[in-house]
Each structure stands twice: as structure tokens, then as C-alpha cells.
Nanobody, 124 residues
Framework: QVQLVESGGGSVQAGGSLTLSCTTS????????VAWFRQAPGKRSEGVAF????????YSADSVKGRFTISQDNAKNTVYLQMNSLKPEDTAMYYC??????????????????WGQGTQVTVS
């Protein structure tokens, strides 16, 4: 059983930065994908960034490319989402999620079996 705890959300002005953290209870740093999804009220869930933990290979959605960076710290069992140049449209609840995977990360939320409780990001 993998448990995920997100932190680092908050309120920030447009153009500002936030760093989200996702700390995991189990060892997922081999053959797993960790993803950050977000969901705004009335909108579909969107996968924004993905990391394949065995290799550190990352993928970001076009909507955040160049602004958001996903990274991992194996020693701390933590995956980060560094968010720069934030825009009001980035306002959403952000969730980290984990799935066992081989070589590539799925991009759909329904493929992920473990989820954190979410952390709110508000950009004004």
C-alpha cells in the first residue's frame, strides 16, 4: 500500500512561483510513474507533469511546458512540482498519483491507483 501526502499549495499572485511536494510512504523509485494532476471546478482533470522514477524521464503537458518542472528526491521519497510564471488559469486542486509502470507513464487519471488528498493552488 502506497500513501501519498501533498503539501506546498497556497495563494500567489500571477507571475509568482510555488513548489508542491508529494511524499510517499513506500519505495516507488523503481518502475513507477508519479504524476501531478489538477482539477478546477467544473473542469476535467488534467495531467500536468509525469516522471518515470527508474530513469527520471519526465513529461509535461503543453499547458505548463516551460513553466512547471517535475523532479524527484529519492533520499526523501519525495516528488516535487516547481511551478513558475503562474497564471490564474493554473488555479486548481493539485493531486499527486502513483502507478507501477514500465518505460512510459500513462497520462490518464484512471490509470493511477494511488492518490494523495490534494493541495489547493490559487493564482490571482
Amino acid at each position: 500500500q502506497v500513501q501519498l501526502v501533498e503539501s506546498g499549495g497556497g495563494s500567489v499572485q500571477a507571475g509568482g512561483s510555488l513548489t508542491l511536494s508529494c511524499t510517499t510512504s513506500g519505495n516507488i523509485y523503481s518502475s513507477h510513474c508519479v504524476a501531478w494532476f489538477r482539477q478546477a471546478p467544473g473542469k476535467r482533470s488534467e495531467g500536468v507533469a509525469f516522471i518515470y522514477t527508474s530513469s527520471g524521464t519526465t513529461y509535461s503537458a503543453d499547458s505548463v511546458k516551460g513553466r512547471f518542472t517535475i523532479s524527484q528526491d529519492n533520499a526523501k521519497n519525495t516528488v516535487y512540482l516547481q511551478m513558475n510564471s503562474l497564471k490564474p488559469e493554473d488555479t486548481a486542486m493539485y493531486y499527486c498519483a502513483v502507478v507501477r509502470a514500465y518505460w512510459t507513464c500513462p497520462i490518464k487519471a484512471y490509470d493511477y491507483g494511488y492518490w494523495g488528498q490534494g493541495t489547493q493552488v490559487t493564482v490571482s
